[in-house]
């Protein structure tokens, strides 16, 4: 995390700080606050379009590391992927897959992983595209 912040020239970025039952169980709403001013520094370096890929990054990967427990998931934040994944200027078809728990069980973190990467190709062809932005 530190050596993409600063590559992008954000400055250093700390860890979100969960002290409590309360910091961990409004944790999406504080990331979504831009504790520790993050967002707001990668949009300022970069553009609102990485902003929001950023959060739409941060939520889902909340989301994925939630469905490492052995309970049941909490369900991801869709609105907030939603908002983000449009303003970003992602296909729905990409975004809307990582604003759900895969049903099956079983094989629910190899389902979100796969979401994932779908993303992560279509960033990787987005950037090699000249024009795209």
Sequence with gaps: MQATAQFLGVGAVEPLPAH???DFIYCTDRLEEDVGGVAAR???VTSA???HLFM???HAGATRAGLDGRGDPL???VLLIGKHGTLSGMPKSLWHP???VPKHRSTRLADYATALQ???GYLASDRSSP???
């Design 20 to 22: 409590s039952v309360y």
């Design 42 to 44: 990668v949009e300022r």
């Design 49 to 51: 379009r990485l902003r």
């Design 56 to 58: 739409l990054g941060v």
């Design 75 to 77: 369900p991801p934040p």
């Design 98 to 100: 990582l604003a759900q």
């Design 118 to 120: 779908a993303v992560d």
């Design 131 to 133: 024009g795209q932005k």
